[in-house]
């Protein structure tokens, strides 16, 4: 666990000021750490038949369809707006300034779809309670969310408190 946190770098006011930016490149080109983190991602859904996992562009597609993989399960991408070429489903979210909007094909999931949501990271939850919507919305069922990173204090858990929430390293 100390390895995993070890490789991920944090970058001072990076997008803008005030950012402390969690980079996870030094442990995804760590093939020894990269697949135990995912491991750890993965273990406490392994006997919970997840059909599907939702992974958020765009660090949401490494780990999401890595835990897919493990667990034998799909992946569903959720996509910034305008990148899916089929029908879409949307939910919109607050940002620090102004919103922001993730969209799913209307059709990647329906009801008896049991759906694990993966992210790098939950900061305020507003990206993963609009995943969470998306699954919804399709009549699946969210079986939990899962994250590499959590940052304590900013109100993601509370924000998702209606679903089960997994998170490998707190800061
Ligand atoms: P939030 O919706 O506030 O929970 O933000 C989570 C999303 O923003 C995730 O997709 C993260 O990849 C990204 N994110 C937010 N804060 C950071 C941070 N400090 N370092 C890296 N990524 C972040």
């Given at each position: ?57 765009a660090r949401g597609f490494i780990f999401g369809s890595l ?18 070429p089929y029908k879409v489903n949307s939910s919109s979210y ?19 779809d049991r759906v694990l949501i993966v992210d790098d990271l ?50």
């Amino acid at each position: 666990m100390q390895k995993i946190q070890d490789a991920i770098r944090n970058i001072p006011d990076f997008p803008k000021a005030g950012i402390q930016f969690k980079d996870i490149s030094p442990l995804l080109k760590n093939p020894l750490l990269l697949n135990k983190a995912v491991e750890l991602l993965v273990d406490p859904f392994r006997s919970k038949k997840i059909s599907a996992v939702a992974g958020m562009e765009a660090r949401g597609f490494i780990f999401g369809s890595l835990a897919a993989a493990k667990l034998d399960a799909g992946f569903i991408p959720l996509r910034k707006p305008g990148k899916l070429p089929y029908k879409v489903n949307s939910s919109s979210y607050e940002l620090e300034y102004g919103s922001a909007s993730l969209e799913i094909h209307s059709d990647a999931l329906s009801s008896g779809d049991r759906v694990l949501i993966v992210d790098d990271l939950i900061a305020t939850g507003g990206t993963a309670l609009a995943s969470c919507e998306l699954v919804s919305g399709l009549q699946a069922e969210v079986v939990a969310c899962a994250f590499l990173i959590e940052l304590d204090g900013l109100g993601g858990r509370e924000k998702l408190r209606d679903y089960p929430v997994h998170s490998i390293i707190h800061y």
